[in-house]
């Protein structure tokens, strides 16, 4: 589970970074970044859809997405607003393979 202080909580902020943000994908993810003025701390929020699969599998791809961006968090910058949104092959793929498309999208996102 993520700090209540690093979540993204709020639907509107949530369209707002999507519409508004940078935007990288992969075949597993995609990530949107927008910043926050005055905002401290990193938040993130994930949108896993049933297009993924049943509820069990969603759970799981989001347990394994929070854990990912958990470890990422440090490298995001304080203002950052992320939002990451799984698609269908995250239900199939390893962890170290959505790892390293968390990764490469977020230094897409941030350069």
């Known amino acids: 589970m993520l700090p209540a ?15 508004d943000g940078r935007r990288a994908g992969s075949r597993t993810l995609v ?4 910043t926050a003025p005055g905002s401290q701390d990193p938040r993130v929020g994930m949108v896993v859809s049933k297009e993924v699969g049943n ?8 347990r394994r997405l929070r ?13 950052a607003l ?3 949104r799984a698609n269908p092959a995250a239900a199939t793929a390893l962890s170290r393979e959505l790892g390293a498309d968390l990764a490469r999208c977020l230094q ?3 350069s």
């Open 108 to 110: 897409r996102v941030m």
């Open 5 to 19: 202080a690093h979540r993204l909580t709020s639907a509107r902020t949530f369209r707002t970074v999507i519409r």
């Open 31 to 34: 990530v949107h970044l927008a």
């Open 82 to 84: 992320l939002v990451v």
């Open 67 to 79: 854990h990912l961006v958990r470890e990422q968090l440090d490298q995001l910058p304080g203002s």
């Open 55 to 62: 509820s069990v599998v969603r759970h799981r791809v989001q």
